[in-house]
Every structure is written in C-alpha cells, then in structure tokens.
C-alpha cells in the first residue's frame, strides 16, 4: 500500500516501527464526523510550517496510530487517531492532508474535499499533494473545478502521469475530444504501458465515430491489461458496429467473465474499507483475482492480509506458492527462508518448506525441516 | 451550519421556466403513500405513479394519481390506499371525479397507462401493481368499470377472462400496437421476487457506504417481463415466450420506452432495468423480438457497467429523425444520454451533452424530453431523491431530499442546468407532463415521497420566438389511438419529429396528444404522418400555436 504523508520519510519510517495500533475502532463514530467539525487554527498557527518539519513531541503518539492504522488498511482508526490530533493540534496540515487521502480512499469525496481544501488554505505551496483532490472534483462532476486544479498540479509536476490522466478525462467530460486524445497521447508517451489511458483513446475514438481507428487503439489497450474488462467491453461494441458478430460475442463473453469478477472484487474491497480485519474477505479477493488469472494481484492481496494477520503461517506458504507459480525463483527462496523463521511447531510449513527444498535441491535445509515434521507427527495428538 | 453537500443539493436560484405548487384537487392538497419513512423494504421506495388523459372526453386534460400502502397494511391484508382520477378543468384546477372513477383496491399500486383497449373511442387504464395487476374500462367518459377478472359481454353471454391477471411485482408498463393489427397491445415491466415473509429486512446486514439500509435489489431475484398480445375483444394473451421477449436473464425492471428506434415501421420496445443490463427489444416485423441492447450501446454505461436503470426519456434531439435516449440512474453514477449514432446504435454521450456531471450526486427518476420553453430545441427534466433516508448521513456525497432539474437545450445539442423548482426540494419519483392549463406548453406533475404531489405550471414565453403545435391523431385503419405513429413537423428549413405514446417511462402514462415546440418559425410548411397502418399522410398550411387533430385517410 503506498504511502503519502507530507512529513520527513526518516520520521514516518520510525513511525511504522513503532507499537501504537489501536484495537478495534469505533468505527460508526468517526465515520458519523466530518472535515467540517475541525477546530480552525489560530490565524498564522502553521505560517512556519514545511514538509520537512519533524512535529513536536506531544503529536507524535497519534502520528504513530494514525501511520500503523493506515498501513494495516484500517482506515476508521487512522482516522480517528487524526481527528484527535488535529483536536490537539488544530489545522495540522499533515493530517489534514492524509485525512483527505483516507476520505478519498473510503470514497468520500465531498469530506476529501474539504480536507484537501483546508490543507490548502494552510500550506498553498504544496499543490502538488494534492492530485486526489482533482479526483475527487472529478468524481462528483464538477468537471470544470477538476481541470482547473490538475493544470495547477501540473504546472509544479509535469510528468505526473496520473495527474496528465486525470486532465485528460476532464477535457473528455468536457466536451473537448480532441484535447483529451493530446493529453492522453502525452500521458502514453511517459508512460507506453499506461492500459487505462490506451482505453480512453479507444473509448473517445469510438464516440467519436471514427471505428476503425478505435478498434486499433482497443486492441492495444487489451494486450495492454488483458485482465481489465472495460477493453473487452469496448471491443465487443465495436465488433458488433462493424457487424463482426462472432468476434464481438467472443469479446463480450470475455468482458462478461471479467466484468463479473471485477465487480465482486470491488465489492470486496469496499468491505474491507470499514473493517480490515475479514479473513474470508480477504481470501475471496485471492480467489477472485486467481479465477481472472491476475497473480500479481493476488500477491497484493496476500501481503494486504499478512498486514493484519501476520502470524497466520498459510499465508506465508501461499506467498510461497505463489511466488514459484510465478516463477520468481529469488522472492521464493526469500520467502521460503522467512517462512522457515515462523514455522514453528506448524506441520503443514515444515512439510512444505521440505517439498519447496527438496525441490531446490538444498538437501542440508531439506533434511532440516524433514526432521521438524517428523518431531511434530511424532508428538501425541492435543 | 448547513452542509456543503446541502448547499450543493439545493435548487439553483434565479427565474424559473416552472412555477412548482402542491398538487390541489377541490380543497384537499393530494399526497400518496409507500410505505414508512424508515423505508426498510425496498417494496417502499418505488412510490406512486401518474396517468395522463382526457378520460371525461370534456377536451381537457385528466390526472390520476396512484396510491401504494404500507407495509402494516399488508400484513393486515387491507387494499391499498385509493388511487384517484382527478379531472383537469382545462386552467390547471382538479377535482376529484368521484365514486363513478372509482379505482380502489389492489395491494400496493405502483404505475399505469391509458389507452383505448376496446377500441370504442374513450381512453381505458391499466394499472400495474405489487400483486395482481388491474385493468379498468372507460364507461364513455362516465366512469371505470374494473374488468380484470372478466370483460362483459353481451346479455346472457359469459365475461372472458382480461388476460392480465398476473401477480408479479410489476413497476412500469406501455400501450403499443408491435404488430400493427390495430388493436392495442402492452408491454408490462416487472422488478424482483418480493414476498413479505421471506425477505431481508431492517438489521439483514445490507450496508451502503457503511451505513445500514433496505436490502435490494442486488441479492434478490429479478422477475421476467411481459409483452401482451391485444386479442381485439379488450382482452389480452401473454405472448413473451412466443414473440421471443425473454432474456437469458431477466433484468430489475424500471422503466419502459417505446419506439421504432430503427425507423423500419414498427414500434421497439426499451426497458430500464435496475442494477441489471437495460434490454432494447427490437421489433422483427413479424411478431417477434430480438434483444439488441448491448449491440447498439444502450445497455451498459460507456465503461461496461450496467447502471441502476430508473426512468426513461425519449426524443429526437440532434435532430437526424431517430429518438434518442435519456435514462436516470443512481447517485454515484451519471445519467445516460443514447444519442443515435451514425449507423442503428447509439453513443453514451451524457458528459458531451453537460449532462453527465449533474446527475452524479443525485438519484434520478422521472425524467421527460420535450420544448418545455418553446424555443425549438428539445430540453429535459429529471426529478431527484434518494432511496435511502440515510443518505443524509455524513460522508455519503447525496442527500435524501434532492433538487430537481430542468436542462434547457441549446442549439448545438448540449443542455445548460436549470432549476425545476427553486422553492423546494423533495424526495421524487414518477413524473409526467401534458398541457393541463390548456395555454400551449407542456405542464409537469412529480410524485413525492412522504410529501404532496408536486404541479410545476409552466410559464414559457408565448411571442414571435416561441411557437408551437400540438398534434391529436386518430387512427381510422390504425387503432384510433395511433401509438406508434410518427409526426414530422416541417417549418422551413428545420424538421421536427415526435412519436406517439403511452407511457412517460417510469412508472407513468402520458398523453397519446404529442406537443412539438417550434421556436421563431413564421409558420408551418407541413406535417408529415407515417400511421401505424404504414399509409403517409401530409397536411398542408397548418396554422401555428394549435391543436391539430388528425384524423388518418382511409382512402
């Protein structure tokens, strides 16, 4: 999961160190407060402020909770532990600032807003934070509010591929089509691997009417990301327009199949949102991105997981499974030497570290952990 | 302090085309009911809808307002609350029509539709319920007869059965003629399996943005729609299976559209479903159906993903003869503009046309296409609230009460927002237009949830830059009705076109009687008719700012 937090990276790195998560968050009161609750800051309270400024003493404890919280995906207790902090410390621009990253995140885009707005009033200098904020006009519709601020971010960070992208989409949402193709054009020309931003172009071609040129343009963002179903989708449309009928229901076949996934995933997630800690939400995700054949998903979804669980040893397998499956040979040994740490009195592990050394040929590690397995089955039953 | 959601929901100042008052029939303001305010089943957030038509034959317009219940009512088995026909006096005033119209009973009364079932010159309703549908007969503008159990026959002769007694949860439902026998047919949308005893209820665990709320419809199973056969006697044979109007899945049907959306002569059928891809059903020519949907770019949103399929507009608004499509959808998605592309389908083109950013924070429903200010270019309603009364709650990015809106056309094919009703916000749901005060533009009624039925009189311009026609057919081959036939109105250079029918797409009835803003025309070349029947018909030197009634050749 990445991190944004204007404050020093070496502080924050301490931070993550830190003990300090709280436990199960009262989540219905947080999410029942709001960015407009905040206590305003004495005038000039913060005029000093930059990012490269360490925060005083007593605001570090909710620092630590509001870090840790967040990198376990517990959203509600990160948040909570800021709006205390900025109790304490009214208009704290960091915390301003990540409580409009966790609001965008939990997809409240008006709250996100105001957050972002007042980090704003706070420290003007630091536009570039504040690419969400873009996203979050754009996402209510005020298309116009979206464009103004992605040019102010771009202004500062040109090459701000997710930035250029979300220009991008305002001029098309605006009407402008051809503006949309140049800042999309652009975007592929920092970022050739950019599927969504191949799918736009095809997307816009094909309202535009211009059918062949969309058809080039979807089949490169297809091979782009073959697991995004939205290409498929395109694709079948423009299969039927020019009355290709066998290869558009070929393609929708495949946009349904995606599209199915690719919903119950999302849905998924939007649980996980409120309450991070739901192992068989966790393990639908795996199993989703596993049927859509996205093993670097399920990766992301196993290490989302061992965040919150981490003495949970199937896991530790399952990333080493994983990691053979895609046939990344030096991530498995790192895994397997990680899981051979937490074994334990696990069976299961010491039976599969066997296998994946056996297989490795290391016989010295492999007789090892044979010797493990055999003590645990030698043990009586509990 | 107001929140900054609120001040985003509010209507917008300034003048407004409409003048919105709560609907009066005689003394008594009229309200309808679904349910509680708590709204724990979806059975209650679909509310009440409205039927527009002449059913006294005075020549002025009628309403009737259709009534739900409650889920306390069910429970004790009592009928829904009386819907009403109120009878318009040709100003914009309403009285109650009295015991002779009476429409009561049913279980929980959602939409309707007019038209001349038995061909006998008077407008006949049908009405779709939460249980058994009911079809009442027009007695020659004196009264409704029910005759869903059995049509009378002559003396000594047994009634037959209507043929619509079906007990599906059905929503929205049209009059059409798709085989162009002159005798009426319906189309009849239905929602979802609902029963009382079985389904998730309030603490079911069904979460929206981390609130708790009614389950629905996703987990539940969505019901099949129907297509009825007119057998020319005012009954009616349900042909779905038979004309091939059967998806491989059935969609959460809202909405329902009829049009010949391929102007090969014969009326197609589009239906809004919720949460479920929206099905365009097009017409063979020879009795049957074929599902083209996804074909022609009118099922999903651009991205791919089916959206909550509320109500339904339809008109020509780029002005290339093919009806183009407006369907609303759920708060966190935009609306969708179909606009008619260059081949049979269609572009998603809600953004292109300042439409899409709008809706995104809103829950649209009734919406309608027509020159509401008379200055030649189509606009558009949409009326607006949430199914959600915690949609109020913090972090939701909508609200529970809405603005509605009206979005006057420009010349260019865009739209720029307006306020319907500046004075009040609400929480709406079926709307519907006709020219109830008789003074040549459309008026609007809008069903509010909890609250009175809102009537929006419009006060457009009546001067040199604003005329109009209004066009009353009467088929003589074709079902006197005419639905399904297609008006072009030719007035120098530019060409206007409308199509009859019945239904204003979610959960309301509109007037057959088609009103065509014309702008700053000196006058009419021609009016162009293509009938049902196929037979073209022109009239010459038509005068501005009429009703024109036509009556088909039959020679």
Known sequence: MRLYFPLPWLFVSLLLSSPGLSQESDVTRILD???????????????????????????????????????????????????????????????????????????????????????????????????????????????????????LV??????????????????????????????????????GGHANAATWVAQILYDEEQVDEALEAALTARDLDPYEPRAWFLLSQIYFELERDEEAESANRRFRFLSQISQEIRAAEARLLYDPRQPAVYSRLIDLNRQAGNLMAVGLWLNRWMQVDPGRIGLHMAQLDLALEMGDGATAERLAENLRLKAGDDLAAWERLSQYYAKQRDRIRQSEAEAEAARLRARPPR | MPSLLFLLLVPLSGDSLFSGRDLVAGDSVVTTTCGSEAKDYILEVNGGGLVVEDFNLDGHLDLVVLN????????????????RLLLGDGTGDFIDAGAAWDLSGGVWTMGGSAGDVDADGDPDLFLTEWGKNRLFLNEGGLGFVEV???????????????????????????????????NLDLVVVNYLAFHLDSVAGPGDGCTWKGHDVMCGPEGMVPVHDQLYRGNGDGSFSDVSLAAGFRPDEAGFGLGVMTLDYDLDGDTDIYISNDSTPN????????????????????????????????????????????EDLFVTNFSGERNAFYRSSRGKGFRERADASRLGGPSIQRLGWGTGLADYDLDGEIDLFVVNGHVYPKADRAGTDTSYAQADQLFLGDSAGGFIEGSLDPTSIGVSRAATHGDFDGDGDLDLVVIRMGAPVRYHENRAVHDAEHHWVAVQLVGKTSHPDAIGARVTVVAGEREYSAEVRSTSGYQAGCSTRLHIGLGAVERVDEVRVRWPSGKLQIIKDVPLDRVLTIEEETE
Not at chain 1, 159 to 188: F, H, I, N, P, Q
Not at chain 2, 154 to 178: K, N, Q
């Open chain 1, 33 to 151: 407060r709001r960015p407009t609750d905040w206590k305003l800051a004495s005038p000039g309270a913060w005029s000093s402020w930059n990012v490269d400024q360490e925060p005083a003493e007593e605001l570090r404890p909710f620092l630590a909770r509001a870090v840790n919280a967040y990198m376990v995906g517990d959203l509600p207790a990160s948040l909570t532990a800021l709006f205390e902090l900025l109790d304490e410390a009214p208009g704290f621009p960091s915390a301003m600032h990540q409580s409009g990253v966790i609001y965008f995140r939990l997809r409240r885009y008006g709250d996100a807003i105001v957050a972002f707005e007042r980090y704003l009033e706070t420290a003007p200098h630091r536009v570039e934070d504040t690419r969400a904020l873009g996203h979050c006009y754009y996402t209510l519709g005020d298309y116009e509010k979206a464009r103004d601020h992605y040019e």
């Open chain 1, 154 to 191: 771009l202004e500062l960070t040109p090459d701000s591929v997710e930035a250029l992208r979300g220009y991008a989409l305002t001029w098309m949402r605006l009407g402008d089509a051809d503006r949309a193709l140049k800042e999309l054009r652009r975007l592929l020309e920092l970022d």
């Open chain 2, 68 to 83: 739900g219940s409650t889920i306390e009512r069910v429970r004790a088995e009592e009928p829904a609350l009386p819907s």
């Open chain 2, 148 to 182: 869903t159990e059995g049509l009378p026959q002559g003396e000594g002769e047994s009634p037959i059965p209507s043929g619509l007694r079906s007990s599906r949860w059905s929503t929205s439902c049209a009059f059409l003629d798709y085989d162009n026998d002159s």
């Open chain 2, 279 to 322: 099905h365009l059903w097009e017409n063979q020519g020879d009795g049957t159906f074929k599902e083209v949907g996804l074909r022609r770019g009118v099922s999903h949103d651009a991205n791919g993903k089916e959206q909550a399929g509320m109500g339904i507009a339809c008109g020509d608004v780029n002005g290339d003869g093919r």
